[in-house]
């Protein structure tokens, strides 16, 4: 078996900055970490991988000292590391990483074919949770997001189960091989990375690969040219002004109080009264 991990290096979103003039997120100065989602992608992997052999190669894009963030999941017992690095590659946004990213994952699959492909749900950096997504369309694999277990791995039938989060429960998805899937966080805890991990990974070379490495066929399709999103303005949230409202209970009756302030919100929320009873008959 073979499974390519999508991992990202993030600023630690503790001391996260804006630039005022470009709205991009500034990095310098500012603590690197591995995207804390994507550990729960790169735990189970290895779980598989401890369960049926084979490999897992973990794969980033971004700047050089993302090696950092690949060193730290060889400790943990991925098998191999690729950095997807280059200048031209700056500034992409989620489109052009998906595209970048899945031109990688095709020359992976070169060297040894590609089972799975596990990334974290999103990253704390940009929220969007489009880049798995984006790569599964992109290689034409099957999709399984927002994943909080894994139920069964028929490496002979090429079958995969799983049990998918949604909002109305829990899902059970049968599928066939390969896939991506993106992990739902707390679906699993990072093990901790043992001594001979640790020696590996300081010795372990990281490969690193330029645009023509990874396999890119159109340059426009990558950083800036291949980024369609603009960035007008960053803000934080304006807090609100209004003062809760306050039902006083000692004094009157709980079904007075629950009866006033359901005819508060039913005078604001016009609409809302008939939707609600609508949800209740049916």
């Not at 729960?40 to 049926?52: C, G, H, I, P, S």
């Amino acid at each position: 078996m073979h499974i390519v991990v999508c991992i990202k290096q993030v600023p630690d979103s503790a001391q996260i900055r804006v630039h005022p003039v470009t709205n991009t997120i500034m990095r310098q100065g500012v603590p690197a970490i591995v995207n804390p989602y994507d550990l729960f992608a790169l735990e189970e992997a290895l779980r598989l991988k401890d369960r049926f052999g084979g490999r897992v190669t973990v794969l980033c894009m971004g700047p050089p000292q993302a090696e950092e963030a690949l060193r730290k999941c060889l400790s943990f017992g991925a098998t191999d590391a690729i950095l997807v690095t280059d200048r031209a590659f700056a500034g992409a946004d989620t489109l052009a990483t998906s595209y970048a990213l899945a031109s990688a994952i095709k020359v992976i699959g070169q060297e040894q074919h590609v089972d799975l492909v596990f990334t974290g749900k999103q990253t704390i950096d940009g929220d969007t949770a489009q880049v798995g997504p984006g790569v599964a369309k992109r290689l034409g694999m099957n999709l399984l997001t927002y994943v909080s277990r894994i139920v069964e791995v028929d490496l002979d039938a090429r079958r995969l189960k799983v049990e998918r989060r949604a909002e109305g429960g829990v899902q059970l998805l049968d599928t066939t091989l390969p896939s991506l899937i993106t992990m739902l966080e707390g679906s699993n805890e990072m093990r901790f990375a043992t001594m001979d991990d640790m020696l590996r990974a300081a010795r372990c070379p990281v490969r690193k690969w330029n645009k023509e490495q990874a396999g890119i066929e159109d340059l426009t399709k990558i950083g800036l040219k291949g980024s369609p999103t603009i960035v007008s303005k960053v803000f934080g949230p304006t807090p609100r002004s209004e003062k809760a409202d306050v039902q006083a209970v000692a004094d009157s009756n709980v079904n007075d109080v629950c009866l006033n302030l359901l005819e508060k919100i039913f005078t604001q929320h016009p609409t809302l009264e008939e939707e609600t009873i609508e949800r209740l008959s049916a």
